[in-house]
């Protein structure tokens, strides 16, 4: 059997919940090496132009996601959509978990100047962030931390692609790219502002 | 320094007291670290009033850092050291000038991030994923785990086939329900005429239930109005009808 295309079949079937490397493993029932292997065929394939779809890593993850570069057609295919995307506060309350995770509901007020335990109950309802744990201060609050779907929102690979409070460079490593998002790679790509 | 109007924005477009002190740090054109104390609280406190003219509802975070920012102005115009007041101390969360400068900075630190964070959420927007293909054929014994067979499940599909042939003639029904049992009684007396004699079941041609019941009904009465004779020759043979 074609195991590139054992592997291809995985990633459509598990959709944007993705796939972890050590998942793959067991699923294919290969080692690691085998998966990098075969991970990195599969991504060199798909880059061809004639290919609309591409293998991304996000939030520790491997899924299959649309190219970039085709989002015009998506915006027509789909419509109008009116994407709910996060207000200021609820993105200022995510910075902060997300660098001081863990953290209390009472840290990140200070933090803020404001109470928050309105947007930090939102965003555990999206997913986007969840108790990780209690802590040792009186009253034993919760401490909250992102979640992988946070990751994925935000096309991060994993926690480490946070972006840097100053600027750092990327490593150029072979194996860094096959973990690196998409939206690293675009950051090459001069954006406009 | 002019006194109305001097603001552009109003409260709702803040995030925070924080965040509307770090614009009016930026809007001063100072560094954090060298705008003066006296000349931010001053803006500040015009800005709150403002907004309290306007009958703008301000939250009351936002007077907590005006009475923060006006505490610490008094203290250092007083030039009291923190030592001699440590009772109040307590009260205030932010006890020195460094204090409120740091606070600031972090604060503008998370302020950037997020903005950086807004534009990988659009970023991210640019693709597309699917929701996780539906496995749940290829899972086994999902509910099944029980003790059961296949041939239980062949048995259940089978009970459920024979009630499905129930449901049809019911559906089908509406418009048999028409029949009445005198409708029925004047088919069967001329069945009857026809026949002279006619076999018990053979009167109910028709496999619906409230065909059934009408022509049992029926036959019930006609043995009552004494117009038919029901006769059994032995046990478990045939029943005949026969008209008087």
């Known amino acids: 059997m074609n195991l590139l295309g054992v592997l291809e079949g995985i990633l459509f079937a598990v959709g944007d919940e993705g796939i972890t490397l050590k998942g793959l493993c067991d699923v294919m029932d290969i080692d690691i090496d085998e998966a990098k292997d075969l991970l990195m065929q599969i991504q060199k394939r798909y880059e061809n132009n004639e290919y609309g779809i591409r293998v991304s890593y996000l939030g520790d993850a491997f899924k299959l996601t649309t190219k970039k570069e085709h989002k015009d057609y998506y915006h027509k295919l789909l419509g109008n959509p009116e994407s709910q995307t996060l207000s200021e506060t609820a993105l200022e309350v995510l910075a902060i978990i997300a660098y001081n995770q863990p953290i209390t509901r009472v840290m990140i007020d200070e933090m803020r100047g404001v109470a928050c335990g309105q947007i930090v109950r939102k965003l555990t309802a999206r997913g986007l962030v969840k108790t990780v744990g209690k802590s040792k201060m009186p009253g034993k609050p919760n401490l909250y931390g992102t979640t992988r779907e946070f990751l994925d929102y935000f096309g991060l690979a994993s926690i480490e692609d946070l972006p840097k409070m100053n600027l750092e460079e990327i490593d150029e490593e072979k194996e860094t790219e096959l973990f690196t998002s998409i939206y690293k790679e675009s950051e090459e790509v001069p954006v406009e502002n | ?244």
Do not use: C, W
């Open chain 2, 1 to 244: 320094m002019q006194v109305t109007n001097k603001f552009e924005f109003t409260i709702a477009e803040f995030s925070g007291p924080l965040d509307l002190l770090l614009h009016l740090v930026k809007e001063s054109k100072m560094d954090i670290y060298e705008v003066p104390i006296e000349h931010i609280t001053k803006e500040y406190v015009e800005f709150i009033d403002q907004m309290e003219e306007m009958n703008i509802d301000v939250a009351s975070e936002y007077l907590v850092l005006a009475s923060e920012l006006i505490h610490l102005k008094s203290k250092m115009l007083l030039n009291i050291k923190d030592t001699e007041e440590e009772g109040e101390q307590l009260e205030f969360k932010i006890g020195t000038e460094e204090e409120l400068r740091h606070r600031l900075m972090e604060y503008k630190r998370y302020k950037e991030l997020s903005e950086e964070f807004r534009l990988l959420e659009s970023r991210r927007g640019e693709v597309h994923t699917k929701i996780p293909e539906s496995l749940i054929e290829y899972k086994e014994d999902v509910a099944l785990n029980t003790g059961l067979t296949l041939d239980d499940l062949m048995s259940a599909f089978a009970q459920f086939l024979e009630r499905q042939k129930f449901n049809k003639p019911l559906s089908t029904k509406i418009t048999k329900k028409e029949i009445s049992v005198e409708h029925r009684t004047k088919e069967i007396r001329d069945i009857l005429t026809k026949h002279k004699r006619v076999e018990f079941f053979e009167l109910f041609d028709e496999p619906s239930r409230m065909y059934i019941v009408v022509t049992f009904l029926s036959v019930l009465e006609m043995t009552k109005n004494d117009e038919i004779d029901i006769r059994q020759e032995e046990n478990f043979s045939n029943i005949y009808i026969e008209a008087k």
